[in-house]
């Protein structure tokens, strides 16, 4: 009993390793150990980040790795997502070994790197995904019941529609008491006029928002 439970606690330890190892993807070329991905994780979309790179060979001592200086004298990384690649400025850690290029994610989805050129002689050419850049909604606090341009649309909606009833109660001659002529029905159209002309201007608003 006491070797099965100890057991299960040495499975769910290795499977608690395993998930925080994914967030980082590490690929092997030849001796060298490259290691990719954010900065701060979860990623989220627009919101500042880095991709970081950790790039390392093993030591003289068995278990401990060293960091190479210089990975990128004669390599590229560029960035991926879909059809659209970027070629990254990467910068130094002052730690060896440890680089970064900084980014703003743009788009929710799958990212990768793709490494091409020679580290110390040893050619590399390598795509490698990262995590996957999360919407806002993974950290809002409180969530959050509905977009603002959601309710626009719904407020425009509502006044579309009660400007439709208004025209039809005038052109009915139901609900409205004026006549089709004189002072009183020119002010009902100038107002169903301005109404109008005040929807559009909040949709192209809208619009532009987005």
């Given at each position: 009993?006491?070797?099965?439970?100890?057991?299960?606690?040495?499975?769910?330890?290795?499977?608690g390793m395993m998930s925080q190892a994914y967030?980082?993807?590490?690929?092997?070329?030849?001796?060298?150990?490259?290691?990719?991905?954010?900065?701060?994780?979860?990623p989220i979309v627009g919101h500042r980040n880095?991709?970081?790179?950790?790039?390392?060979?093993?030591?003289?001592?068995?278990?401990?790795?060293?960091?190479?200086?210089?990975?990128?004298?004669?390599?590229?990384?560029?960035?991926?997502?879909?059809?659209?690649?970027?070629?990254?400025?990467?910068?130094?850690?002052?730690?060896?070994?440890?680089?970064?290029?900084?980014?703003?994610?743009?788009?929710?989805?799958?990212?990768?790197?793709?490494?091409?050129?020679?580290?110390?002689?040893?050619?590399?050419?390598?795509?490698?995904?990262?995590?996957?850049?999360?919407?806002?909604?993974?950290?809002?606090?409180?969530?959050?019941?509905?977009?603002?341009?959601?309710?626009?649309?719904?407020?425009?909606?509502?006044?579309?529609?009660?400007?439709?009833?208004?025209?039809?109660?005038?052109?009915?001659?139901?609900?409205?008491?004026?006549?089709?002529?004189?002072?009183?029905?020119?002010?009902?159209?100038?107002?169903?006029?301005?109404?109008?002309?005040?929807?559009?201007?909040?949709?192209?608003?809208?619009?532009?928002?987005?």
């Amino acid at each position: 009993m006491k070797a099965s439970f100890l057991g299960l606690v040495a499975v769910l330890f290795s499977i608690g390793m395993m998930s925080q190892a994914y967030a980082h993807t590490t690929v092997e070329v030849e001796q060298f150990e490259i290691e990719v991905g954010w900065g701060i994780e979860p990623p989220i979309v627009g919101h500042r980040n880095d991709f970081v790179f950790e790039i390392s060979e093993p030591g003289e001592t068995q278990g401990v790795k060293v960091g190479i200086k210089n990975a990128f004298k004669n390599l590229e990384a560029t960035a991926k997502y879909g059809g659209v690649t970027k070629v990254l400025d990467i910068g130094s850690d002052p730690k060896p070994g440890h680089y970064f290029s900084h980014v703003i994610p743009t788009n929710t989805g799958s990212y990768s790197i793709q490494l091409s050129g020679e580290i110390n002689g040893v050619l590399v050419n390598v795509d490698i995904p990262i995590e996957d850049v999360e919407s806002t909604a993974v950290l809002d606090f409180p969530p959050t019941s509905g977009s603002s341009s959601d309710k626009d649309i719904i407020a425009l909606k509502s006044a579309v529609s009660s400007l439709q009833q208004d025209v039809s109660s005038i052109q009915s001659g139901t609900g409205v008491e004026v006549s089709n002529q004189g002072a009183a029905y020119d002010f009902a159209i100038l107002g169903l006029s301005i109404a109008a002309a005040a929807i559009i201007l909040a949709v192209i608003s809208l619009v532009k928002r987005k």
